[in-house]
């Protein structure tokens, strides 16, 4: 990547959203002329409307909006991840494209940024959504993350935020593991903060999020967890419940032989006989699981991991050896 560094990148993942182009596109262009340098990196996820053509009429006018143009519909964490590979700007700011985040809160987060946070999130304390669809889900998810990062944000699942760029370099996403960023980045070490902002009801299109998302939500924090705490040493994990019950079985197993020994009691119709015998049993596969794991692990860190999209097109962008996708 060759485009020069500039002051902020806003990235916008953006998934037939036709109608909210125009009108976010003009918000951000007249917020961003005060701020200094930047670029605005649209990421397409896919759009079967007319999406790309509206961001394309953009493009062509300003330079410095900047498309970047999938395949097919990856998902959100794909989307950001891509605009994340991408961008340029010392501070990387994302918010959605449907317009029920306001650009004229950014000023509001930049102002807690710059106190020495690594990111400032959004806390939409007025949403303007759905209660049962989207309000109920989305306050069991903000609990649930508050418990397991130990950070007391109000709102986990905002997409409206500030970053560092040495922060969203350090994002590994794939799948729908978008929505425990902060949970991520709080378990890095990095120092959060949130700020109010005022949340909008959705005037164009439909949302493409509802209540059903907390099964998949609850399922990738248990994803999240497992491979954050336990990613790189797993065997930490399985070799520890491996020796407790492989230990646990050799007891029982020396208690039933003290009994033959000394007091001849029989062992054929001892349930503790088996009972030892499976502990032993399980011990010595989660030991050897955790053994495979850990090869399977310095494999994974030793090989280049796969991105989670496929790039069709990129507009404005100059990228070395992507000669024959660029469009300028």
């Not at 700020?195 to 493409?208: E, F, I």
């Not at 419940?241 to 000394?262: D, M, N, R, T």
Request: with cysteine.
């Amino acid at each position: 990547m060759d485009d020069p560094k500039t002051d902020y990148s806003i990235i916008v993942p953006v998934y037939n959203e036709e109608d909210s182009i125009l009108p976010l596109y003009n918000k951000l262009k007249n917020l961003l002329i005060v701020l200094g340098s930047h670029e605005i990196v649209f990421v397409d996820d896919g759009s079967t409307d007319q999406t790309f053509q509206r961001l394309s009429e953009c493009a062509e006018k300003d330079k410095r909006v900047k498309i970047i143009k999938f395949r097919r519909n990856f998902g959100q964490s794909a989307a950001l991840k891509s605009g994340f590979d991408y961008a340029n700007g010392e501070r990387v700011i994302t918010i959605d494209a449907d317009l029920q985040n306001n650009p004229e809160d950014i000023p509001k987060l930049l102002e807690q940024f710059e106190k020495g946070y690594d990111v400032v999130c959004s806390w939409r304390k007025n949403r303007k959504d759905p209660f049962f669809r989207k309000k109920v889900p989305s306050k069991i998810f903000n609990w649930f993350c508050r418990r397991v990062s130990g950070q007391h944000l109000h709102d986990f699942g905002s997409t409206l935020r500030v970053y560092r760029q040495e922060v969203v370099r350090s994002i590994r996403m794939y799948g729908d593991l978008h929505r425990y960023i902060l949970v991520l980045i709080a378990w890095k070490g990095y120092k959060i903060s949130e700020v109010k902002v005022k949340h909008q009801p959705r005037k164009y299109g439909k949302t493409k999020y509802g209540g059903e998302r907390l099964i998949r939500g609850f399922l990738d924090m248990l994803t999240v967890y497992f491979l954050e705490k336990h990613l790189s040493r797993p065997m930490h994990l399985f070799g520890t419940i491996g020796v407790l019950s492989s230990g646990l079985g050799a007891i029982i197993g020396i208690y039933l032989s003290i009994l033959k020994i000394l007091y001849g009691v029989p062992l054929s119709d001892r349930p503790l006989l088996l009972l030892a015998i499976l502990l032993i049993i399980f011990g010595v596969q989660f030991f050897s699981f955790g053994l495979i794991t850990e090869m399977l692990t310095k494999y994974q860190y030793e090989t280049n991991l796969k991105k989670p999209y496929d790039i069709e097109r990129y507009v404005n962008l100059n990228l070395l050896g992507e000669s024959n996708k660029r469009e300028h």
